[in-house]
């Protein structure tokens, strides 16, 4: 950006220093460092001396043993984000909103900015008693915001479904989900927060099983998606693994386009034999799906006793109280 061709005197008259300091800032006005932000690597300039003195993390990169001479990388923070966060440090001024509170929290964390971060904290406690609770248990649970995640959860404890409502439910973390989950004090039900909330997508939903007698098993019913999606994000794979771990069955199945609770899929029939174990894989699921808890750990399917374990193939949350398969299916 070109300084502008002004007198001296005229842009700094009857300014106060804050607006002093964001007037160079702006005009580029004796900058000595770049910043290449965002995907784009965006040229943003500024004082080294004005960054060192409000953050810790600048005084180390530009006064340390190793001080930093080229143009820094800061591919993590997008450009509006790293812009806010640089008139903060020159004017000691602002803007902070439930859109973008998290972003400038990650910057303030990364930079070491206290006060940004309290002040981050402070709008959260407005939203921990309404019904965008979710977004203050979210935030809080990712920056380890203790007071504030009990504040948020106490809400959401008493307006569960109101909480739920909110368009930021469905981008709730697997973690954030089992923390509403094992609360005492829950307004709805467990089966509610789960078909509000969804599944965490993509890697590896795996379970163990063992029958104590020969038996064939011929289909498995699935969670499906929470909402809408795209046919290229139907597919998925589904594998079952003999006790050697060798695949003995596998199939590419796909999602139902629209919110659908389960399906049902089916396939020629594969032997499970008595007292050994097979793994049963959902692998790349893409999308949010709703989920099942307080599962079975077994059950009778045609006078024999099938057994569900852990699997050490599990990338995902699934395991024998929770996840991604609704059932079984099992033939004579």
């Given at each position: 950006m070109?300084?502008?061709?002004?007198?001296?005197?005229?842009?700094?008259?009857?300014?106060?220093?804050?607006?002093?300091?964001?007037?160079?800032?702006?005009?580029?006005?004796?900058?000595?460092?770049?910043?290449l932000v965002g995907e784009d690597c965006k040229p943003i300039k500024a004082h080294r001396y004005m960054l060192c003195s409000r953050s810790p993390v600048f005084h180390t990169m530009f006064q340390?043993?190793?001080?930093?001479?080229?143009?820094?990388?800061?591919?993590?923070i997008d450009e509006n984000t790293f812009d806010l966060v640089?008139?903060?440090?020159?004017?000691?001024e602002i803007q902070i909103t439930n859109e973008n509170v998290r972003d400038i929290l990650y910057a303030a964390e990364k930079y070491m900015l206290s006060r940004v971060k309290q002040k981050c904290s402070d709008l959260l406690k407005k939203t921990a008693c309404s019904s965008d609770a979710v977004v203050a248990l979210s935030t809080a649970?990712?920056?380890?915001?203790?007071?504030?995640?009990?504040?948020?959860?106490?809400?959401?404890?008493?307006?569960?479904n109101a909480c739920l409502a909110s368009v930021?439910?469905?981008?709730?973390?697997?973690?954030?989900?089992?923390?509403?989950?094992q609360s005492e004090y829950l307004s709805c039900t467990e089966t509610d927060i789960s078909r509000r909330s969804g599944w965490t997508a993509c890697g590896v939903d795996a379970l163990d099983i063992e029958s104590d007698k020969n038996i064939w098993t011929n289909g498995v019913v699935v969670f499906g998606p929470t909402g809408e999606i795209s046919s290229n994000h139907r597919s998925?794979?589904?594998?079952?693994l003999n006790e050697k771990n060798m695949c003995i069955y596998s199939s590419i199945l796909n999602l139902p386009t629209e919110a659908t609770l389960s399906k049902k899929y089916t396939f020629g029939p594969v032997l499970i034999k008595a007292k050994k174990s097979y793994t049963l894989l959902l692998k790349d699921i893409?999308?949010?799906?709703?989920?099942?808890?307080?599962?079975?750990?077994?059950?009778?399917?045609?006078d024999a006793t099938v057994t569900v374990k852990n699997s050490t193939m599990c990338t995902k949350g699934t395991n024998t109280e929770q996840g991604q398969f609704a059932g079984f299916l099992f033939i004579s």
């Open positions: 070109a300084v502008q061709n002004k007198d001296f005197s005229e842009w700094m008259e009857n300014k106060t220093l804050p607006e002093c300091m964001i007037y160079m800032l702006k005009n580029e006005i004796l900058c000595d460092v770049t910043f340390g043993s190793m001080p930093e001479t080229n143009n820094i990388n800061v591919p993590d640089l008139k903060y440090i020159y004017s000691d649970t990712q920056f380890h915001l203790e007071v504030l995640q009990r504040e948020s959860l106490q809400f959401i404890e008493s307006n569960t930021h439910a469905n981008t709730l973390s697997k973690e954030c989900v089992e923390i509403i989950l998925f794979e589904f594998e079952i893409k999308v949010k799906t709703y989920y099942g808890v307080d599962c079975k750990t077994s059950f009778t399917a045609n």
